[in-house]
């Protein structure tokens, strides 16, 4: 068990070995990519515009998926935690995964060869295989949330090392995984202003309607095959380096683990609070309001130069500042910049148009906002993945053995409860504001088009400020960090000993 005193530690944490060599960090990267190489950001105007499902069954379904998703992640974190085998904890789970997730994938992009054209969601024939197919991804993509964030944790036992491997996959993962959704949004922007096709959308609707359809199934498809290719390579290549104990922990010492753990239980308040952020995001805006779907990579377009840079100074800031003020900086700047694209689009108007549905207003005023976000992209996407390891870690240090399963499930358990009825809730928003699935591209009411730019800027930034309260009283950083981890290294020297006779033993047995 840990002491919590103030005692200078009485060794240093190995700060400059290299545990991770080149070719596993190419498969986490690769792996890294694995994750966003999808087409999963324009996910919305599929269901919505594509598969053309109800808004008030997309509703309903989300309450469904919200209640599934937290009882199989807790069913999954407990057994995911009490798996031992000689190739690891979580390696032979990655494995298992890589296929049924690519079919999954595969099936649920398709579906628009199998629904049509015609119709709306409502229909049972439509909706119950739509119903079907979430529940087994939000299976399989608990499953494997669970698995990575346990890897990503014991890959290595230098946390120096980690931050680095984080680091590069983020940053060197930054210049692929994003080609689908800037090459989606392009595509969708050449066939709904192509004047051709506007003429056929008159004339022939269920054939324009089709076109559109075929250009989703298409990119959905190639990279749910890509995607897969790459997880499966980092399931194979990956090793844990983190020794786990011989015997596997009780299920209540599991969920005692995470009671104890201050900065897990900090961290995981911060992310109910900010759960409550309610929006719709700004695909539906930029398509049927500004008639731009790859607006987000127009505006994206200098930041894309600053945000690889911002990677080069997190080491300097881990080292210059806390864990807290880095994590508020960088948590919140987006909101405070989001604030400032809402005052554009409301308050700068000209005699035709209205701010909000003006390019030549809201193309400054998102690549602004999104060129500031970008100086903290790298602290973003750094902080709050170590900070995730290091509060298993302290687990670890507090109780005596790891719980990754059921750390990584307990901090998002009441935040699933609140995303379901706020995903419950948003598909109703969209419909009493007059937004109709049925109308073709460019017709929805002047109050729906008002309610996808409000609902995409300051709506999110309001309901979701009390967030900031907990970062204020986290303190797993500086000297207590280096004495957490001086400690841990002595332990889990001991506890090699432990495991290789243990393996000594099954080796004996089975001759």
């Known amino acids: ?175 692929v995984e994003k080609a689908p959704e800037i090459l989606m949004g392009l595509l969708i922007d050449v066939y709904i202003n192509s004047s051709s096709n506007k003429a056929l959308m008159l004339t022939d609707p269920i054939k324009y309607q089709f076109g559109y359809n075929r250009m989703f199934v298409i990119g959905g498809v190639i990279t749910a095959v890509v995607s897969g290719a790459f997880a499966l390579i980092y399931a194979f290549v990956a090793r844990e380096r983190v020794m786990q104990t011989v015997d596997r922990p009780a299920i209540t010492s599991g969920i005692k683990s995470v009671i104890t753990n201050k900065p897990l239980l900090l961290i995981t308040l911060s992310e109910i609070l900010g759960s409550f952020s309610i929006g719709s995001g700004t695909n539906l805006y930029y398509i049927e309001v500004l008639n731009l779907a790859s607006m987000s990579t127009i505006v994206g377009i200098p930041g894309a130069v600053v945000s690889p840079i911002s990677y080069s100074y997190v080491p300097w800031a881990r080292s210059k500042f806390s864990t807290k003020a880095l994590w508020i900086a960088s948590s919140h700047v987006d909101s405070v910049l989001m604030l400032g694209v809402f005052a554009a689009g409301e308050l700068i108007n000209t005699k035709t148009k209205k701010g909000y ?25 750094v902080i709050p993945a170590e900070m995730r390891n290091e509060a298993i870690d302290y687990g670890e240090w507090k109780n005596g053995f790891r719980a990754e399963g059921m750390t990584g499930v307990a901090k998002d358990v009441v935040t699933k409860v609140v995303n379901t009825v706020k995903n419950t809730f948003q598909p109703l928003m969209l419909s009493w504001f007059g937004y109709n699935v049925n109308a073709t591209h460019g017709n929805q009411t002047a109050k729906a088009r008002h309610a996808l730019f409000w609902m995409c800027t300051f709506l999110p930034v309001v309901t979701g400020i009390l967030s900031i309260v907990p970062k204020f009283f986290y303190d797993l950083s500086g000297e207590k960090r280096d004495r957490m981890y001086a400690e841990l290294r002595e332990r889990r020297k001991a506890m090699q000993n432990q495991v290789n006779e243990y393996n000594d033993n099954i080796s004996v047995d089975a001759q």
């Open 1 to 175: 068990m840990a002491t919590e005193s103030n005692a200078p530690a009485k060794s240093t944490v190995p700060r400059d070995r290299r545990y991770v060599g080149a070719k596993e960090t190419f498969a986490y990267v690769l792996d890294d990519i694995a994750q966003s190489f999808n087409i999963g950001k324009y996910d919305d105007v599929f269901r919505t515009n594509i598969l053309k499902i109800d808004l008030r069954l997309q509703s309903l379904t989300n309450g469904i998926i919200g209640i599934w998703d937290i009882i199989n992640d807790l069913f999954l974190a407990a057994i995911v935690d009490r798996t031992r085998t000689r190739w690891g904890k979580f390696k032979p789970w990655l494995v298992v995964y890589a296929i049924p997730g690519v079919l999954i994938s595969l099936i649920y992009w398709s579906l628009p060869m199998f629904y049509g054209t015609a119709g709306v969601g409502s229909a049972m024939s439509k909706f119950i295989p739509y119903l079907f197919l979430q529940i087994f991804n939000n299976l399989a993509g608990s499953l494997i949330t669970i698995v990575r964030t346990g890897m990503t944790a014991t890959i290595t036992p230098n946390i120096v090392d980690r931050t680095r491997l984080i680091s590069a996959a983020n940053l060197l993962s930054g210049f």
């Open 357 to 381: 549905e003006n390019i030549a207003v809201m193309i400054p005023a998102f690549m602004l906002r999104e060129t500031i976000w970008m100086f903290f992209w790298g602290l973003r996407s």
